[in-house]
């Protein structure tokens, strides 16, 4: 018993020790020692340093073998000491078995793997018995080797092994207590063998709590979220040793090269038929880059390669960026035509950290010989001329490739576009497009509500291809209405030509026609814009635009004119904006920005009636935030540089805000000033939105929002803002998420005010 206490006293710091070792020098040392013997070296060597089963046994059992002789030799000189003297005699009573069966016993004596076993014991009986050293260390041998066996199957087994291996010791234990004992050593034997033979019980057991010990880099929660076992999943042993072998490489993909778990213990809670587990970690050191070699690097400088990777020296090890560098320089040197180079990542692990070799093979750098298109139907190669950057004959490009193929999906006259590199000699290829061809036509409308009962209706119809050329043209209607018989109408028409020579412009001319009649006023305004634009890298966007704007007022008594009291306004303006598109999704953005500026200059040289300079500024950020939730941001800043009294400055031209875009909980244009129309308006505006939208479901999407802005005719400060708030839920489908968003206003509250109640496709920034 005094041997047992010391061993659970002992027992971790001695598996500390042996796991700082090499796996197979540890395994052979546990293996050596009394009591661990190779019954502690195995499930070391499996269960804790996750060495193959076929790489434990031998050097376990060589282990447990080597101190055979040196006991022998040693009892001889020391066999007359009172302790050891005393310690031979209670060793002799165990040895019946060995008495009676000699050589036979002795082998069945040490076959039996449990703790009051095993060669230590046997080495001890064999000098009692006066055995010959050479026919002693042939039958422990054999004992060695067969309980080697037995106690590999049943590591590999789990807790079915350990729940064997406990009844058989408690049968030990009792057996002083039992008369008839005569063959009971061999039926544990047999017991033990038939256990090993049975194949895995299937345990009724579910998964408890998961606790983790000695962990103080990463916390228990990340250590979880990597294994697959979960609370209240059948237990599996092959689940949890391949989850201890998950954490132990999530640690040394993060530098800890020594972590290890050497001791995992379970506690059943019978009430809930539940198995507690908890795991000891041992972190180690955490090895940190020492250096960056570059090697076979002909066509690129080292300081190139460098500058393109994340990892720098300084850094603690992490297999994720190593993996991210091998991309990255693989995929610039594609840039240049070596699509054939391979690259090879070897880490040397020493005393000051790391040392990071990339082992470059550049191989032959190969040009582009054609470019083939398959499935095109209706397209016509020759109107894609502008979307291809790839140049045949030059080295090929993998950006320019890729470019292509964002071109390509920008016409959208495909469903699909991706393409295969064709191998035609060691230095040249050819790149196939596989595309699937969309119906250059197409329909759509869409629909909402704004409480109280207001409905809102569009309808559209376009062409991606006319005249046989990627030229779009769209036709477009907006139809609003309520109970009181109030109307909003939009009428308009879209052309654009992507590619305009020389320059490779795109332009673009629209028409809008609206018509508003309300209890206050009729409204008639007729819009033409023409556009020049030009994208660089696909998310930086310039354009130039002209703009021509005519609107017509008239105020209302109970349906009739009283007085014209806003002439025909003329805005002739021309206006320069600029935006970066960072977005991930267009769709459902998670990560990235989206960043707007522009300014325009109205009237001077271009008369009309309205005279000013504009500025307005947008920017929108979204940002991912742990358990599927994004938060996004707004910022909409707009300033009015008038050259003419500012109330002269028409309403069609003035900034509004409230609605289901700006801030929810207040009717349209209902914040600002009030203007002719009876509305709400400004000539300087800011806005701010916070939305929280959190994904519950696949589809179904969560939404808390925060909105606050206010518009006026001349700046009188931050303090006089208005505020909005609210929840919503959408529903994420392909073409956009469909919202439904109630919005209640938290400045100029009203006891009449219930709220807003908003409908839409798509969110409203």
């Known amino acids: 018993m005094l041997n047992l206490f010391l061993f659970s006293f002992y027992k971790e710091g001695i598996l500390k020790s042996a796991s700082q070792l090499p796996h ?57 000491i009172g302790v050891v003297k005393k310690f031979l005699h209670r060793t002799e009573l165990k040895g019946n078995l060995v008495k009676k069966y000699g050589l036979l016993g002795l082998m069945l004596f040490v076959a039996i793997p449990l703790p009051i076993t095993g060669a230590w014991t046997g080495s001890a009986l064999a000098f009692i018995f006066s055995i010959p050293w050479y026919s002693a260390l042939i039958a422990i041998t054999g004992g060695v080797i067969i309980a080697g066996i037995i106690v590999t199957i049943l590591s590999l087994m789990g807790i079915t092994g350990a729940i064997i291996a406990t009844i058989a010791f408690i049968l030990v234990m009792i057996l002083p207590y039992i ?32 606790h983790f010990k000695g962990n103080e880099t990463f916390s228990e929660k990340v250590l979880k979220g990597i294994m697959k076992s979960k609370i209240g999943k059948p237990y599996d ?92 320089i693989t995929n610039l040197y594609a840039r240049y035509g070596f699509i054939n180079m391979r690259l090879n990542v070897e880490k040397d692990i020493h005393t000051d950290g790391v040392k990071i070799i990339y082992h470059i093979e550049e ?50 006259l495909f469903k699909y576009a991706g393409f295969n590199i064709l191998p035609v000699s060691k230095d040249s290829v050819d790149v196939k497009f596989d595309v699937n061809v969309e119906k250059p036509k197409w329909i759509g409308g869409g629909f909402g509500y704004e409480s109280p009962n207001k409905l809102l209706f569009t309808l559209d119809w376009g062409n991606n291809y006319l005249f046989n050329v990627i030229r779009k043209t769209n036709v477009g209607v907006y139809f609003a209405f309520n109970l009181e018989k109030e ?32 209890k206050g006023y009729y409204e008639s305004s007729y819009m033409f814009k023409y556009e020049l634009s030009k994208s660089v890298f696909d998310i930086y966007h310039i354009s130039l635009s002209y703009n021509f704007r005519h609107t017509a007022i008239e105020t209302l008594a109970q349906g009739t004119v009283i007085e014209d009291t806003m002439p025909a306004s003329i ?79 028409s309403p069609d031209v003035r900034f509004e805000l409230g609605g289901a875009s700006s801030i929810r909980g207040y009717d349209e244009a209902s914040i600002g000033e009030r203007d002719i129309r009876g509305k709400m308006s400004g000539i300087e505006m800011i806005l701010g939105n916070v939305e929280f939208r959190l994904r519950v479901r696949k589809r179904i999407i969560g939404i808390l929002f925060f909105d606050t802005g206010n518009l006026w005719m001349d700046f009188s400060g931050p303090y006089s803002l208005k505020v909005g708030s609210g929840f919503g839920i959408g529903y994420l489908t392909n073409f956009g998420i469909i919202r439904l968003d109630y919005g209640k206003r938290l400045t100029d509250v009203s006891r009449t005010d219930r709220g807003k109640i908003y409908f839409n496709i798509g969110n409203p920034f």
């Not at 066509?299 to 020296?313: D, G």
């Not at 935006?579 to 040289?605: C, Q």
């Open 237 to 328: 042993e092959n689940y949890i040793r391949n989850d201890i072998k998950r954490v132990v490489q999530y640690y040394r993909d993060h530098g800890f090269f020594d972590a290890r778990i050497i001791e995992r213990s379970g506690k059943i809670d019978r009430k809930r038929g539940r198995l507690n587990y908890t795991f000891t970690v041992i972190e180690g050191e955490r090895y940190q880059i020492s250096d960056i070699l570059i090697e076979g690097d002909n066509f690129l400088p080292e300081s190139r390669i460098k500058k393109n990777i994340p990892i720098q020296k300084g850094m603690y090890y992490n297999a994720g960026l190593i993996n991210i560098s091998e991309y990255k």
């Open 24 to 80: 197979w020098l540890g395994v052979m040392s546990v293996s050596m020692l009394p009591i661990f013997e190779l019954r502690g070296g195995i499930p070391f060597g499996i269960n804790v340093l996750h060495m193959p089963y076929y790489e434990v046994y031998p050097v376990a059992v060589l282990g447990n073998i080597i101190p055979i002789i040196p006991i022998i030799l040693i009892l001889h000189y020391i066999s007359k």
């Open 571 to 649: 805005t002739n303006s021309l206006a320069l904006l600029s935006f970066v598109d960072k977005r991930n999704d267009f769709i459902y953005p998670t990560s990235g920005g989206y960043y707007m500026l522009s300014g325009e200059y109205a009237g001077g040289i271009f008369r009309g009636n309205n005279y000013f300079k504009r500025i307005v500024f947008q920017g929108s950020y979204y940002k991912k935030t742990p358990g599927n939730g994004v938060i996004v941001g707004r910022m909409r800043l707009g300033i009015t540089f008038p050259d003419m009294p500012p109330e002269m400055i």
């Open 363 to 412: 191989k032959d750098r190969v040009r582009l010989r054609n470019i083939i298109f398959k499935n095109l139907g209706y397209v016509k190669e020759t109107s894609l001329k502008n979307e291809i950057t790839l140049k045949k004959g030059e080295f090929f490009n993998l950006d320019e490739a890729y470019h292509t193929q964002r071109n390509l999906y920008n016409t959208a």
């Open 179 to 210: 008369k008839r004992r005569k063959n009971l050593p061999i039926f544990i034997l047999l017991l033990l063998l038939f256990g090993c033979a049975k194949p895995q019980i299937r345990s009724e057991l579910l998964i408890g709590k998961i």
């Open 487 to 518: 109307v909003w109408t939009d009428v308009k028409m879209n052309y654009q030509e992507p590619h305009l020579s020389p320059l490779n412009l795109s332009q673009s001319g629209s028409f809008l026609h609206r018509w508003v009649k309300t």
